[in-house]
């Protein structure tokens, strides 16, 4: 680890904690603080809670949500799985309940895989190796997703990268928006729903908690919290933890620190400011997505090629061979990333009918992923991209390679990404009476993002890299000695968004919500391949797209258990800058977009012993963005899947049976259909050449479960705990053609704990806690990794059409996990 990262967070955290005595455990403090805070308040705010649904209900509708609120906290929902919600349209909330009890080390694709509606799985399920998720069909690159209110996907990809964010021990609650995101949430790649979660809020008391977890793999995650207690008007927080685990699959380690800490400045009753910092660095390896083949022929354990061929002695074929094999050692698949997020909430009242909400934020990442490429040796002053005036493999000498004699090595493979993102959102909610609420704002971005796939050099003998985060030991060219790159790219993106929300109940019955806003966004940029080579090409681009994307919501409370809702919302994901930047060089602008209308119908109920909610739901999904292949002049190009149309049912149901006692199960019933034949690019019907349609008309979408369910039984007397669930996953498409699929699978997993009383009044809430993932032992393939157009398992079937391999992520073995905590104070 670089020192001065380390520092350079440890120094804003403590900055953030404003002087730090030491903290308690306290999640129930925390939480229990924040949670009563909803119910007499009524504007919740994004860092002291996830669901900010309610943040425009008005005075009437906040005395009707107060009693429903509290009655279902009474009931610990589904022990925490479920919550009460109140606004029209599909909403799920994780509560600290669950998330306290979950594995360690979890991260919130993990947390949130019981939701209905969501397909989650992970690599690896020590929270290390990030998460894949979709939902209702869309996947993880059309949902939003922030942190205390600010965005945090990629603002190129809009991939999020789970480890990344917080530990879970600073988790206050995690909200997943099924299809409809609120219409004021800083998202401009939320077609497809919306996901936030909130960190707790610090703790009155001072003190420190710490926490140590050891399981399978040689797992160890040690987490320690400090919280300043009460120091005037501030109380803070400040957490460091230590995260490092073998991989369950081939040769490698995982390695991940943090760094979080988070500040209130309560100014009086009606005004207050927080601040947030989520840190963190890793310098993980990669998990290989095996296809159905190469898991039958290498094994299920297969991860990367574990042992590497020295290439010194070796001449022509052999030497050609050994080399192609090394592009697949595991030590040049890396993960390396750091990145930071510094957020702020100012919430304010500007009088006894405007309330302001204030969110600046700033996020800083860098990183990318490693791989291997072969390069060839060259004493030519040509500057040819890959060949080079080096000896890389390890024989004394440059011999010049050429068509039948080849000499060279294998060169680190780099992809790095820079990305500075500061923005700024804010918004006004505004009463006119007891029954009508306005909430308008706006938000504004500015984010900068560099990308580059540089070479560099590897050590002959060992395989090992001269320098893994690519800042050194580069392959360059002869002449002008500059680093050969596959490609150099660099975007602005300009996002403006304004929004108006109206909220009317004219009685205790009826909700009626209606609201509009407008998305501007701009991606200007250039882009470079194989910059500084003989074949160096270069493009600009500079597109925008503007939408107004209207939405509205009913609700009828027929009485205190029973509400009906219907909700309708536009949504809509402004082109990636990989979509931008291949159209810059096919010289195309101003691509279609992604753009869905979603629309909830659905029932829920919160009685006294069993709650339940029914969603059924629909989507028109539109311009679904590909990536084609035009054969004349090995480019990629931008393409769409034109329509789709996403129908099916979320339900979720909690029943506590008996005292102490809690049963919740959920089910997802997903149609995702492919409307129309996508243009996958140039097809020449003399030659056979290209890719050109493929008939996907009435397919489902890959990595799309038809079918899950989830059941959880819980026991929980205070002191003991104990919970077991269980989790069934239908069968999943590999391709858009539906030619190759994998079964389905169930999973369960157990998890058990006992809260000891203070040993004495310095060290107070000692616990212990199991984990057992995958109790049964099961193995199966979880999500599909990279889905092709046509699977190579329909060569022979009629279709001249080019085809590739479907790749999956697989289910983790049986793992053990086991966790002591203690609060000092």
């Known amino acids: 680890m670089k020192r001065t990262h380390l520092s350079a967070a440890i120094a804003m955290a403590c900055c953030i904690s404003t002087g730090v005595a030491m903290a308690q455990t306290s999640g129930n403090d925390q939480t229990q603080a924040s949670q ?70 979890s991260n919130f694709t993990q947390m949130i895989g019981s939701i209905p509606g969501v397909n989650a799985a992970t690599d690896d399920v020590t929270g290390l190796a990030n998460g894949h998720y979709s939902m209702r069909g869309y996947d993880s690159s059309d949902i939003g997703m922030t942190v205390n209110g600010a965005p945090i996907t990629d603002t190129g990809s809009y991939t999020v990268y789970a480890t990344e964010y917080g530990d879970s ?94 500040s209130v400045w309560t100014i009086d009753d009606n005004n207050s400011i927080s601040a947030s910092l989520q840190y963190s660095r890793q310098s993980n390896l990669e998990y290989d997505s095996l296809s ?33 094999n090394d592009e697949n050692f595991y030590a040049l698949h890396t993960n390396p990333y750091s990145s930071y997020m510094f957020s702020m909430d100012g919430e304010f009242k500007l009088s006894d009918s405007i309330h302001a909400t204030v969110i600046p934020y700033l996020w800083w990442g860098s990183g990318g ?77 500015r984010s900068r993002k560099s990308q580059n796939e540089s070479y560099g050099l590897v050590d002959p003998n060992t395989g090992i890299p001269g320098d893994v985060w690519g800042n050194s030991s580069f392959l360059v060219y002869p002449t002008g000695g500059a680093t050969q790159k596959f490609y150099e790219e660099y975007t602005t993106t300009d996002l403006k968004k304004g929004f108006v929300t109206d909220n009317w109940t004219p009685n205790d019955y009826w909700t009626f919500v209606g609201g509009v806003s407008y998305l501007y966004a701009t991606r200007t940029g250039f882009s470079y391949d194989y910059p500084g080579s003989t074949t160096q090409t270069f493009a600009t681009f500079n597109n925008n797209w503007h939408k107004f994307l209207p939405m509205a919501g009913i609700k009828f409370q027929l009485d205190e258990r029973n509400q009906f809702y219907l909700g309708t919302g536009k949504t809509f994901r402004v082109p990636s800058n ?88 959920s089910y997802t019933y997903t149609q995702a259909k492919i409307r129309g034949d996508l243009d996958g690019g140039p097809y020449d019907s003399n030659t056979g050449d290209g890719p050109g349609i493929y008939p996907t008309d009435g397919k489902t979408m890959p990595d799309t479960a038809r079918n899950i369910g989830n059941l959880s039984v819980s026991y929980d007397n205070t002191h003991y705990w104990a919970t077991i669930n269980a989790r069934a996953t239908s069968s999943l498409y590999g391709d858009y053609m539906n030619t190759e699929s994998v079964g389905g699978f169930t999973t369960f997993n157990f998890s058990a704990g006992y809260r000891f009383s203070d040993w004495n009044s310095f060290l107070t809430s000692p616990y212990l806690k199991l984990n057992i993932d995958n109790l049964a ?22 279709l001249n059409l080019y085809n590739s391999t479907a790749y999956y992520g697989l289910l983790q073995p049986r793992t053990y996990m086991v966790t002591f905590g203690v609060s000092f104070r």
Do not use: C
Request: no cysteine; glycine share 10%.
């Open 578 to 665: 990989t979509a931008a930047i291949l159209d810059a060089l096919a010289g195309v602008n101003n691509s279609a977009p992604e753009m869905s209308w979603n629309t909830d119908l659905g029932w829920r109920y919160y009685g006294d012993a069993i709650s339940a909610s029914a969603d059924l739901y629909n989507s028109n999904y539109f311009n679904k963005q590909e990536v084609g292949y035009n054969p004349t002049n090995n480019d990629e190009l931008y393409t769409t899947i034109p329509h789709m149309d996403m129908r099916g049912f979320n339900g979720e149901l909690s029943w506590k049976f008996a005292k102490d006692w809690n049963v919740y199960t």
């Open 369 to 445: 992923g490693g791989g291997g490429a072969l390069a060839q040796e060259s004493d030519s002053p040509i500057n040819k991209y890959l060949y080079a005036n080096i000896d890389l493999n390890g024989n004394g000498s440059v011999t010049n390679s050429t068509k039948t004699d080849f000499s060279g090595g294998t060169v680190y493979s780099y992809s790095e990404a820079y990305t500075y993102r500061p923005g700024v959102l804010v918004k006004f909610n505004q009463d006119f009476g007891m029954d009508n609420s306005l909430e308008y704002g706006f938000w504004y971005e």
């Open 292 to 324: 159905k083949t190469q898991a039958q022929q290498l094994g299920y354990f297969y991860n990367y090629n574990s042992t590497w061929i020295p290439l010194s002695g070796l001449k022509g074929s052999a030497l050609k061979t050994a080399a192609t």
């Open 777 to 798: 032992n099961h193995r199966a393939f979880t999500y599909v990794s990279s889905a092709p157009v046509l699977s190579s398992a329909a060569v022979g079937k009629a």
């Open 169 to 262: 021990e600073n988790m206050g609650d995690i909200t997943v928006l099924q299809g409809i995101p609120d219409i004021d949430m800083p998202d401009s790649g939320a077609s497809g729903g919306h996901i936030g979660w909130a960190t707790i809020d610090p703790s009155h008391q001072a003190g420190v908690d710490f926490t140590q977890t050891i399981g399978n793999n040689d797992y160890r995650r040690t987490f320690v919290r400090l919280n300043s207690g009460d120091m005037g008007p501030v109380r803070s927080w400040v957490s460091f933890s230590d995260n490092s685990a073998n991989m369950w699959r081939g040769a490698g380690d995982l390695r991940v620190t943090k760094v979080d800490g988070k």
């Open 36 to 105: 009563g805070t909803s119910t007499v308040q009524q504007r919740v705010n994004a860092s002291s809670t996830s669901n900010t649904t309610t943040s425009n209900a008005t005075q009437r509708d906040v005395k009707q949500m107060s009693q429903v609120t509290v009655q279902g906290q009474s009931l610990s929902l589904g022990g925490g799985l479920m919550s009460v919600q109140t606004a029209p349209k599909a909403v799920s909330t994780i509560t600290r309940d669950a998330i306290e009890k979950a594995s360690p080390g």
